[in-house]
């Protein structure tokens, strides 16, 4: 083996490694691996399963493989074969032809035909995280008789593996901790508008009800009741806008949307490879409620065209729209058609972004076309 093509091969799980390391999600970790395994070993197919506790698969993502493939293929594989060797043995497997292996029992119908196949085990310590699978080495390489992948792709394989053990701990831990903190954040919220609304709204209950059983005796006294289930609303409704407001993100009270949205392409940039970007006008102050619906619309819109767009440039703009605002993020990833997700009752997040604007008085609308890019623009009327 040359120590050329290794360091050429070192250097590709570098590059892999570091899109690994830039998603915090499982699942987008998950789809970074196999894609960056299928890449750097040259192969047809490529697949990545995380066992459950059943003989099955809590996640089984692939590369290679046409979302029209995927479900004609069917429903999860289980734990069989070749795939139940990888994670009982926690061993790497490389076969000239898969389907020779020992416990081969077949594939559904619409099933790509696989042959050559490497298999790599993605463990920490001892605990088996999942197995990655490669199938049909592609280029035309000499091989030592075993299989199309040769023992220099086994030992590239092995150290992506490692790496992707790190990583998709880390994102499990990251999801952990996110359930954490919104779960300690959902308790604190229930607790504040148990302490400070509840009771109030008991109280609210109790006077309208001594109140509606004294408009016929004793009308004046009824007013004051009235009078009193008005101030206890009054109270009410201002304990819950205290506590709405604490949910507004920090940095929009300390540096306003500019600088919020600033902050945030800034770091988008830093941390992915695409080339994100912001502009912004002079920008009149906006309702509290206008410029955290603004801020959020952009975040979806940005996480979109970075996460599942795959856009290579995303820009954001804002500027003054008559008494209000105009936000605009557009990117050149793949795009997608407005309509047919629509019928389709997909991408919740758009639906969301509609809410959003919709709350606050204000407009969105939504370009794109299948490989045209997105162009996503919200309105808001201002106060």
Partial sequence: MSSRPLSGGIEAVSAAVLAMSRQLEVREVLQTIVASAREL???????????DDNGGFAQFV?????????????????????LAAMLHEATPRRLADVRDFESFAGWPRAHPVMKDFIGMPVMDGDEILGALFLANKRRDKPHDGVSGFTQEDEDLLRIL?????????????????????LAGERARIAHELHDAVSQKLFSLRLTAQ??????????ARAKSELRHVRELAAEAADELRTVVVELRPAALDEDGLVATLRTQARV?????????????????????SQEEALLRVAQEAMHNALRHAHAATVGVTL???????????????????PHAVRRAGRHLGLVSMRDRADGVGGRLTVQSEPGKGTVIEMEVPGG
């Fill in 62 to 82: 692939v590369d290679g493989v046409s979302e029209d493939q995927w479900k004609a293929i069917g429903p999860l594989p289980r734990q069989h074969g070749i």
């Fill in 268 to 288: 988008l940039d830093r941390v992915h490879s695409a080339s994100v970007t912001f502009h912004a006008g002079q920008v009149r102050a906006l309702p509290a």
């Fill in 210 to 219: 001594a109140a509606a059983a004294l408009v016929d005796t004793d009308p």
């Fill in 319 to 337: 500027e003054s729209r008559d008494k209000g605002a105009r936000l605009r993020v557009s990117d050149d990833g793949r795009g997608f058609d």
């Fill in 41 to 51: 070993l040259d192969a047809e197919y490529s697949a990545l399963g995380v066992p």
């Fill in 161 to 181: 593996a490692d790496h992707a053990a790190i990583a998709l701990t880390n994102a499990r831990l990251y999801e952990r901790s996110r359930e954490l903190t």
